[in-house]
Every structure is written in structure tokens, then in C-alpha cells.
């Protein structure tokens, strides 16, 4: 019978070695899941922390493009006011020429032969001409100017939009 016992307390012992063993393997197997659960979490919180980074960034890039589409509508208001204000002024000094013009018709018919009044008068309407074709071209590049200045505030217009989508996906 103390055979018998003897022998029940080895299988004991070794079954308690078992349990043992498959606690200690288990407990190993947990902590070596805790720690790739931790690594994970932990690779999650910086990918998430770059993410807000870029977002803050590209924030900013959609501000700066604010701006700059702010600044290219005030540029093209300003150039459409300029050339308002000189198509004003070529009409005023047009009709400065042709009061000029009448006022000298008068003087030269009082002053001078005929012919020579023709030949001045004719010579005055060349150079008004060219004058004109000068204020009309001048006038032709501003129109260019400001269709340029439209596009370029159509295309910041259109990034600042896509900036606006891109940031809020």
C-alpha cells in the first residue's frame, strides 16, 4: 500500500508539473499577446497622431490658398479698376482731341489758305488715328491682362475647392 501511495504522489507531482508547466506556458503566451497588443496600440496612437499632423498641415495649406486666392481676386479687382479708370481717361482725352481739334478748325479757316487748313487738319486726323489705334491696343492687353487674372483666380478657386475635399475625406 505505501507503494501504492508513493507511486499516487509521483503521479500527483507530475501532473502538478503539468499544470504547472501549462500555467507558466500559458502566462508566457499571455504576456507575449499583451505585448503585441501594446505594440499594436501603440503603432495605432502614432499613425493617428501623424494623421492629425498632416491634417493640421493641410489645414494650413487650405488657409495659405485662401489667402492667395484672396490676394489674386483684390489684384484682379484692382487691375479691372485701372482699366476702367484709363478707358475713362482715353474717352475724356479723346474728346479733349476732337474739342481741340474743332477749336483749332476754326482758328486755322480764320488764320490760314484753305489748303494749308486741309493738310493740317487731315495730318491732325492721321495722328489722332494712330493715337487711337495706340489707346485701343493698350486697352486690347488690359482686356488680356484681366482674362489671365480671371483664369489664374478660376484655377486657385478650383484647388482651393479640391484642398477643401481633400481634407474633409
Not at 495605432?44 to 481676386?73: F, P, Y
Not at 491682362?145 to 489664374?152: C, F, H, P, R, T
Not at 484647388?159 to 481633400?166: A, G, N, P
Amino acid at each position: 500500500m505505501a507503494d501504492d501511495y508513493v507511486s499516487q504522489l509521483r503521479a500527483a507531482d507530475d501532473k502538478a508539473k503539468q499544470v504547472a508547466s501549462a500555467h507558466y506556458t500559458s502566462q508566457a503566451e499571455a504576456r507575449h499577446e499583451n505585448d503585441a497588443l501594446r505594440s499594436n496600440v501603440s503603432a495605432l496612437t502614432d499613425a493617428q497622431q501623424k494623421s492629425l499632423h498632416e491634417r493640421g498641415a493641410l489645414a494650413s495649406n487650405v488657409t495659405q490658398l485662401q489667402v492667395d486666392a484672396s490676394t489674386a481676386n483684390a489684384g484682379h479687382e484692382h487691375t479691372s479698376m485701372l482699366n476702367q479708370r484709363q478707358a475713362q481717361t482715353i474717352s475724356q482725352l479723346n474728346q479733349q482731341i476732337q474739342h481741340t481739334s474743332s477749336q483749332v478748325s476754326v482758328r486755322f479757316s480764320a488764320m490760314v489758305e484753305r489748303s494749308v487748313y486741309e493738310d493740317a487738319l487731315e495730318a491732325h486726323n492721321a495722328e489722332a488715328k494712330t493715337t487711337k489705334v495706340t489707346h485701343d491696343h493698350h486697352i486690347a492687353e488690359l482686356i488680356e491682362d484681366i482674362g489671365s487674372l480671371k483664369a489664374e483666380n478660376a484655377r486657385l478657386s478650383n484647388d482651393i475647392l479640391w484642398h477643401q475635399d481633400y481634407c474633409q475625406r
